[in-house]
Nanobody, 123 residues
Framework: QVQLVESGGGLVQAGGSLRLSCAAS????????MGWFRQAPGKEREFVAA????????NYADSVKGRFTISRDNAKNTVYLEMNSLKPEDTAVYSC????????????????WGQGTQVTVSS
């Protein structure tokens, strides 16, 4: 069983930056693909970014390409999401996810989930 705890959310003005962190415990972190999803009020949860266990592969939603960067530190059991040039439409609860299968992670199938952290971007 993997436990995930996010941090780093907050309120930022449009054009600003935030870095989210997700600390994992209870499993072999280096064997899991990791990702970030978000859910805005009244909307379904959507994929944001993913990184493979070996860091060989990353994928991003079209809406965040060029602005967000996912990375991981296997020595610290932590995955990060660097968010730049933030827009009001990026406002959402951001959740960290883990899965032993990269494809399953990206489609949200059988993921381990964190509790989420709120990101609010003001205009």
């Amino acid at each position: 069983q993997v436990q995930l705890v996010e941090s780093g959310g907050g309120l930022v003005q449009a054009g600003g930056s935030l870095r989210l962190s997700c600390a994992a415990s209870g499993g072999t972190f280096s064997s899991y693909a990791m990702g970030w999803f978000r859910q805005a009020p009244g909307k379904e949860r959507e994929f944001v970014a993913a990184i493979s266990s070996s860091r060989s592969y990353t994928n991003y939603a079209d809406s965040v390409k060029g602005r967000f960067t996912i990375s991981r530190d296997n020595a610290k059991n932590t995955v990060y999401l660097e968010m730049n040039s933030l827009k009001p439409e990026d406002t959402a609860v951001y959740s960290c996810a883990a899965n032993g299968v990269y494809y399953s992670l990206r489609v949200g199938k059988n993921n381990y989930w964190g509790q989420g952290t709120q990101v609010t971007v003001s205009s």
